[in-house]
């Protein structure tokens, strides 16, 4: 592809490509916006550096894709209540995650797709990872792709958020824990069909897949344990090195990504916002 007012560097083969030429903390004109999203759309997480982004930037930047998704678990403050505040502090022993997963799918309609901003990041370590989820697919079989071509699965919040689950005890980042809180479930193709590119993507994760419709748990583990292990293989996968002021934006309907728990001293602060998707067919 051709791009006449960014430039477009990939940085592995699989997916991810860093986008220069522009400051994204200011109004971005149709044009050049319409070849971020083409970037975006065609390598599935672009990356931007030497960003300086204040709170109305960066939700004004994530509205340019799609209308904010308000996160409907993780604890939010301040007077922008779709802006989540991602912090690890010295001491946490648990992050945000730190399992492979592919954002919020325990909604009907996930989020397609999330913008992170480096507020505060140590000097080494806590890399993001981001794995295609159309090679996934490709990759395998014709007698796997028929086998799943008419699964669905049921994806849910039980393990992530709720009193049952855990989660703060160990972390900074804090999920609904209170007595009103309730489990979201939602169905989806194991396939799913990206509607702007038309490629077909894996579409099980190991946050909020919790089994095949129709099938127990322990019916669904072992397809589902092989589906996840082969899903992250590092041929799939692109490594971002964050520094203060990097901005991500990946596309939630055909990658999976997981946050790099490997540095524990420092702070890492993010602020994300994410974008409304619709349902996956």
């Not at 997963?101 to 989020?111: A, K, L, S, V």
């Not at 079989?141 to 005890?169: C, F, W, Y």
């Not at 824990?177 to 190991?206: C, I, M, Q, Y």
């Not at 293989?233 to 939630?252: A, L, Q, Y």
Request: proline residues 6%; neutral net charge; glycine residues 8%.
């Amino acid at each position: 592809m051709s791009y006449d007012r960014i430039t477009v560097s990939p940085i592995a083969g699989a997916l991810g490509a860093e986008i220069g030429g522009v400051d994204i903390s200011r109004p971005i004109d149709n044009a050049t916006f319409a070849e971020i999203r083409r970037a975006w759309v065609a390598n599935l997480v672009i990356f931007f550096r030497g960003q300086t982004l204040d709170d109305e930037a960066l939700t004004a930047f994530g509205r340019r894709f799609a209308p904010l998704f308000r996160h409907p678990n993780l604890v939010t403050e301040g007077p922008y209540p779709d802006i989540v505040r991602i912090r690890r502090m010295p001491g946490d022993q648990r992050i945000v995650g730190e399992d492979w997963h592919t954002d919020t799918t325990c909604m009907r309609e996930p989020p397609c797709g999330a913008v992170l901003y480096a507020v505060d990041v140590p000097p080494y370590g806590g890399d993001t990872l981001f794995a295609n989820q159309y090679l996934a697919y490709e990759t395998l079989s014709g007698g796997m792709k028929e086998r799943l071509s008419n699964l669905t699965a049921v994806h849910s919040d039980i393990t992530v958020a709720g009193p049952q689950a855990g989660r703060n005890k160990h972390r900074s980042t804090k999920v609904r824990e209170d007595a009103d809180w309730r489990e979201t479930v939602a169905e989806h193709p194991v396939v799913r069909t990206h509607p702007e590119s038309g490629r077909k993507a894996l579409f099980v994760n190991r946050s909020y897949t919790q089994r095949f419709s129709g099938m127990t748990a322990e019916e669904s583990r072992p397809l589902l344990d092989f589906l996840w292990e082969h899903a992250t293989r590092p041929e799939f996968t692109c490594r971002f090195r964050w520094e203060k002021g990097s901005v991500t934006v990946w596309d939630n309907r055909c990658t999976m990504h997981i946050a790099v728990n490997d540095v524990w001293e420092f702070p890492r602060i993010m602020h994300r916002v994410q974008m409304s998707g619709d349902r996956p067919v």
